[in-house]
């Protein structure tokens, strides 16, 4: 079964600073897709980003980008230029599309931006 | 146009009740998720329903949960007799189905069995 595993409980950054959230997790596929989710207070599930494991280039959207590294299965997320609204928990979720496309999940990482 | 939508908001039940708990997707969405959400258990795969296509039911965690998915629309999730256990907040999510695997998530309702 695949596992995420995200070692970071809790981060605090002041705004406008460059945060990067870890992620790491653990699978024999070579076929799967990545993603990262952003739970504000309001519970509301946001989709941050996505990366497909056979693409090399790493994937960005706007302040929000990516270090996937396949051989080393990491996939850390880097917020630049952090604002008030990033703060959030953040999840890291793995999906195997032969496996009912369903999501596995990281612990979370909660992340605080102070003003 | 309108996300993924889902009711009530919030529920409190007494243990051994049965609730049930609602959900619209995204018009067009052919496949629906439903997930748990606990503080000591994470975010769960409940169950996967895929146009008309038999779900997936793998990450029911007993038999007391069922779900049902009508028209290929909304959706159902039934947890019977309810546990103090099955307090959580309860989410659904949808997505275009085939190779587009983003999925988008509704609000949730949280579920707080007494």
């Known amino acids: 079964a695949q596992t995420v595993t995200q070692s970071q409980p809790e981060m605090s950054v002041q705004e406008a600073e460059t945060v990067t959230l870890s992620c790491t997790y653990d699978t024999s596929e070579s076929n799967y897709y990545l993603f990262w989710y952003k739970q504000p207070p309001s519970r509301q599930m946001i989709l941050v980003i996505r990366q497909e494991a056979y693409k090399q280039q790493n994937a960005t959207e706007n302040r929000f980008s990516v270090n996937f590294q396949k051989a080393a299965k990491s996939f850390s997320l880097k917020i630049s230029d952090s604002q008030l609204g990033d703060t959030a928990m953040y999840f890291c979720a793995f999906m195997k599309p032969s496996s009912a496309q369903k999501l596995v999940f990281g612990q979370g990482t909660r992340l605080t931006i102070n003003p | 146009g309108a996300g993924v939508s889902q009711s009530p908001s919030n529920k409190v039940t007494e243990k051994g009740k049965d609730v049930e708990l609602r959900c619209d997707p995204i018009s067009g969405h052919t496949a629906l998720y439903w997930y748990r959400q606990s503080l000591g258990q994470g975010l769960e795969f409940l169950i996967y329903f895929q146009g008309n296509s038999a779900p997936d039911k793998s990450g029911l965690p007993s038999d007391r949960f069922s779900a049902e998915r009508t028209g290929g629309s909304v959706s159902t999730l039934t947890i019977q007799r309810t546990q103090q256990e099955d307090s959580a907040v309860y989410l659904c999510?949808?997505?275009?189905?085939?190779?587009?695997?983003?999925?988008?998530f509704g609000p949730g309702t949280r579920l707080t069995v007494t």
């Open positions: 999510a949808s997505s275009r189905g085939g190779t587009r695997y983003e999925q988008y």
